[in-house]
């Protein structure tokens, strides 16, 4: 999809994010809200389990961290999967922010204390929340 372009009927595409072995992730517009989101675009029909089984894990997640002030590090799945035109598959998610872990990472020491500070409560991938320190003690 071109900048400007409308996907669906509903999302307006500002820019791709990126792309990786899953999926397409696309920074769109929803028409419905008017709040940035990420469209993360199944590659092919292949990569639809995996699509699947990242949002029941964000599900998951997001009724872990139901009441905890920390959910707002997360992203945040904003649908169920949903069906694009031309037989697409993709996970509605919130947006957030211009930049990536890695890139936050590359800063340096700054940039680590910057996104996680002295102390963080993290989810590693199978969803188990834990404590992480940016710096060792």
Same mark, same amino acid.
């Given at each position: 999809?071109?900048?400007?372009?409308?996907? #669906?009927?509903?999302?307006?595409?500002?820019?791709?994010? +990126?792309?990786?072995?899953?999926? &397409?992730?696309?920074?769109? %517009?929803? #028409?419905?809200?008017?709040?940035?989101?990420?469209?993360?675009?199944?590659?092919?029909?292949?990569?639809?389990?995996?699509? %699947?089984? %990242?949002?029941?894990?964000? #599900?998951?997640?997001?009724?872990?961290?139901?009441?905890?002030?920390?959910?707002?590090?997360?992203?945040? &799945?904003?649908?169920?999967? &949903?069906?694009?035109?031309?037989?697409?598959?993709?996970?509605?998610?919130?947006? +957030? +922010?211009?930049?990536?872990? #890695?890139?936050?990472?590359?800063?340096?020491?700054?940039?680590?204390?910057?996104?996680? +500070?002295?102390?963080?409560?993290?989810?590693?991938?199978?969803?188990?929340?834990? %404590?992480?320190?940016?710096?060792?003690?």
């Amino acid at each position: 999809p071109k900048m400007g372009e409308q996907l #669906a009927g509903r999302f307006n595409m500002v820019k791709q994010l +990126g792309t990786g072995s899953t999926a &397409l992730g696309l920074l769109v %517009e929803d #028409a419905e809200t008017s709040e940035k989101r990420v469209l993360k675009v199944a590659r092919d029909e292949s990569k639809v389990p995996e699509l %699947e089984h %990242e949002a029941k894990s964000l #599900a998951e997640l997001a009724v872990k961290l139901t009441d905890s002030p920390q959910k707002k590090h997360f992203v945040e &799945l904003m649908e169920p999967v &949903l069906r694009l035109p031309f037989d697409r598959t993709a996970l509605l998610l919130s947006f +957030g +922010g211009e930049f990536t872990l #890695a890139d936050q990472l590359q800063m340096g020491p700054l940039g680590r204390r910057a996104i996680l +500070g002295p102390r963080r409560t993290v989810a590693d991938p199978a969803g188990r929340i834990g %404590e992480h320190r940016a710096d060792p003690p």
